[in-house]
C-alpha cells in the first residue's frame, strides 16, 4: 500500500480589519493547536506545523481512529478542549484538564475518488491529492469524510461572503477571531491567502505569558513542561 503523503499546512496571514465579500468563506478561529490528521488502517497521528507528532494526545487519536474507521485520508484542523457551552478553553488543553477533539477545517489527500469517471477512478485508485481542487469542493468533500456525530472528530462549518458579521457574533461571545479564505482558491502556498482576523479583546490572551512563565517554574516534570512548550511552539497567533 503506497503510505500517506507529507504535507505543509498553509500558513496563516494577518488581516487589519474584518471584512465581507462573496467569494470569501469565514471561519471561527479555534484556540487551539493546529494540526494535520493523518488517518490509516493503524490509527491516527496528529503532526504540528513543525513536523512534530502530537504524543500529548493518545486518546483523542484514538478516537479519532474509531471515527475515521481506517479511512487513509489527511485532513487540516485545530485541536480544542471545549466547555460545557461550546467555547474552546485552551488552559485546560494546554494541562490537558479535558477532553481535547479535533476540528477539521480541510481536506488534503483522501482515498476515496470522487469522480464518477471510471478512467479517473482508476486513476486514483491509491488515493487522490484535492489539495488543486478550489476550496468549495474540498469542504464539499471533507463533510462527507467527517461523520455527522463524530466521537471527537467535527466539521469546522464557514459563513460565506458577510465576515464582519460573523466577526461581530465572535467578539460577543468572547472567542479568539475569525479566519477569512478565498473559496475558489486551492491549498497551495503561492495561491491561497488565508486570513485570521484577532479579536484584540478575546478574555484567554490576558495573562498567557506570564501563565507559561509560572507554570514552568513550578512544574516538577521536566518532560511533561518540555512537551507544552513544544506545543506552546506550535500555536498560530
Same mark, same amino acid.
Given at each position: 500500500?503506497?503510505?500517506?503523503?507529507?504535507?505543509?499546512?498553509?500558513?496563516?496571514?494577518?488581516?487589519?480589519?474584518?471584512?465581507?465579500?462573496?467569494?470569501?468563506? *469565514?471561519?471561527?478561529?479555534? @484556540?487551539?493547536?493546529?494540526?494535520? &490528521?493523518?488517518?490509516? =488502517?493503524?490509527?491516527? #497521528?496528529? /503532526?504540528?506545523?513543525?513536523?512534530?507528532?502530537?504524543?500529548?494526545?493518545?486518546?483523542?487519536?484514538?478516537?479519532?481512529?474509531?471515527?475515521?474507521?481506517?479511512?487513509?485520508?489527511?485532513?487540516?484542523?485545530?485541536?480544542?478542549?471545549?466547555?460545557?457551552?461550546?467555547?474552546?478553553?485552551?488552559?485546560?488543553?494546554?494541562?490537558?484538564?479535558?477532553?481535547?477533539?479535533?476540528?477539521?477545517?480541510?481536506?488534503?489527500?483522501?482515498?476515496?475518488?470522487?469522480?464518477?469517471?471510471?478512467?479517473?477512478?482508476?486513476? *486514483?485508485?491509491?488515493?487522490? @491529492?484535492?489539495?488543486?481542487?478550489? &476550496?468549495?469542493?474540498? =469542504?464539499?468533500?471533507? #463533510?462527507? /469524510?467527517?461523520?455527522?456525530?463524530?466521537?471527537?472528530?467535527?466539521?469546522?462549518?464557514?459563513?460565506?461572503?458577510?465576515?464582519?458579521?460573523?466577526?461581530?457574533?465572535?467578539?460577543?461571545?468572547?472567542?479568539?477571531?475569525?479566519?477569512?479564505?478565498?473559496?475558489?482558491?486551492?491549498?497551495?502556498?503561492?495561491?491561497?491567502?488565508?486570513?485570521?482576523?484577532?479579536?484584540?479583546?478575546?478574555?484567554?490572551?490576558?495573562?498567557?505569558?506570564?501563565?507559561?512563565?509560572?507554570?514552568?517554574?513550578?512544574?516538577?516534570? *521536566?518532560?511533561?513542561?518540555?512537551?507544552?512548550?513544544?506545543?506552546?511552539?506550535?500555536?498560530?497567533?
Amino acid at each position: 500500500m503506497v503510505p500517506l503523503p507529507k504535507f505543509q499546512p498553509l500558513p496563516l496571514s494577518r488581516a487589519p480589519a474584518p471584512f465581507s465579500h462573496p467569494n470569501w468563506f *469565514f471561519e471561527i478561529k479555534w @484556540d487551539g493547536f493546529r494540526a494535520l &490528521l493523518y488517518s490509516d =488502517k493503524d490509527g491516527v #497521528r496528529l /503532526v504540528s506545523r513543525n513536523g512534530n507528532n502530537f504524543k500529548s494526545f493518545p486518546g483523542l487519536c484514538e478516537g479519532l481512529a474509531r471515527n475515521l474507521k481506517g479511512r487513509r485520508c489527511v485532513l487540516d484542523g485545530e485541536i480544542v478542549c471545549l466547555d460545557q457551552h461550546g467555547k474552546p478553553q485552551f488552559r485546560d488543553l494546554l494541562f490537558r484538564r479535558g477532553e481535547p477533539l479535533f476540528y477539521a477545517f480541510d481536506l488534503l489527500w483522501d482515498e476515496h475518488a470522487w469522480s464518477d469517471d471510471e478512467e479517473e477512478r482508476r486513476r *486514483f485508485r491509491n488515493g487522490e @491529492d484535492v489539495r488543486y481542487l478550489p &476550496l468549495i469542493d474540498r =469542504k464539499l468533500r471533507l #463533510r462527507a /469524510v467527517v461523520p455527522k456525530r463524530g466521537e471527537r472528530l467535527l466539521y469546522c462549518d464557514h459563513v460565506e461572503q458577510h465576515g464582519e458579521g460573523l466577526f461581530r457574533l465572535v467578539c460577543e461571545h468572547d472567542l479568539e477571531g475569525i479566519v477569512a479564505k478565498r473559496k475558489f482558491d486551492p491549498y497551495l502556498p503561492d495561491q491561497a491567502s488565508w486570513r485570521k482576523i484577532r479579536n484584540k479583546s478575546y478574555s484567554q490572551w490576558i495573562g498567557r505569558e506570564e501563565l507559561f512563565e509560572r507554570e514552568q517554574e513550578t512544574s516538577p516534570d *521536566f518532560e511533561v513542561w518540555s512537551g507544552y512548550a513544544l506545543a506552546c511552539a506550535d500555536i498560530s497567533v
